[in-house]
Each structure stands twice: as structure tokens, then as C-alpha cells.
């Protein structure tokens, strides 16, 4: 009886750990310049997940839908060149992804922005570079 209290009282220990450290693990996110938003979440994926990586997850809103211009979420993994996630005009759009590194098992940096694509003559608007590292 008393090495079944034990493993009970183990097994309650463990998964409230595992609870807290999902909670404590979770990061809101909002990045915004003219024209654009990204309202959201990010938790670094555990090691033992393929990929382990930054999950992002959230709304890429486009704030000056008559503009005609489009929206977009960039990012960058340590060691790669920078990419994109398009948004579309005048709408929001759900954004759910995983950056990570595939050549390495732990992701360690991951940088994003969200930016208005104003044409190829005139700069593109962006929010300050986020840089997010993993502790």
C-alpha cells in the first residue's frame, strides 16, 4: 500500500511539473507597424518534438485594407537567410508554424517581423527586429 501512495504521489508531482512548465513556457506576442499586426503566441518546442523549434501561433493583420498592399511575418533561424509568410489584403490570417533548424536538435535563435510590402519602389514597413532565444 505504502509503494502505491508513493508512485501516486510521484505521478501528481510529475504531470502538475509538466503543467507548469507548458504554462510557463507560453510568450504573447504583438508586433505592429503602419499597416500591419501580429497578435499572438510563442513557446519554444521541447527538444524531444521534431522540430524543436519556435512555435508561433496567432493573426496577421492587414490594418490599411484600401492601400493595396500586402502583409507579411518574417522570420529567420540562425544560419539561414530570412523568410516569409504572406498574409492577404484586407484580411486576417490564422498563422500556426514551427522555425526551426532542421540540421540541429535544438534551435537556439529565431528572429521574426512583421512588415507592409509597399512595392518593389518604395521600402517596405516593418516592426522592430524581435529576437528570441532560447534559455
Known sequence: M????TAVVAAGLFFGGMGVAVADSTHELVM???GAKFVGTYAWQPTSRIPSGLHVQGDLIDRA???GHNVYLRMKVEGYAW????????KTVKID???SDGAVLKTKNVRLQTC??????RPDNCSD??????R
Open 2 to 5: 505504502r509503494k502505491f501512495a
Open 32 to 34: 505592429k507597424t503602419p
Open 65 to 67: 485594407g484600401e492601400d
Open 83 to 90: 523568410g516569409r509568410i504572406n498574409g492577404t489584403q484586407r
Open 97 to 99: 508554424k514551427v522555425f
Open 116 to 121: 507592409r510590402d509597399r512595392g518593389s519602389l
Open 129 to 134: 527586429e524581435l529576437h528570441i532565444k532560447r
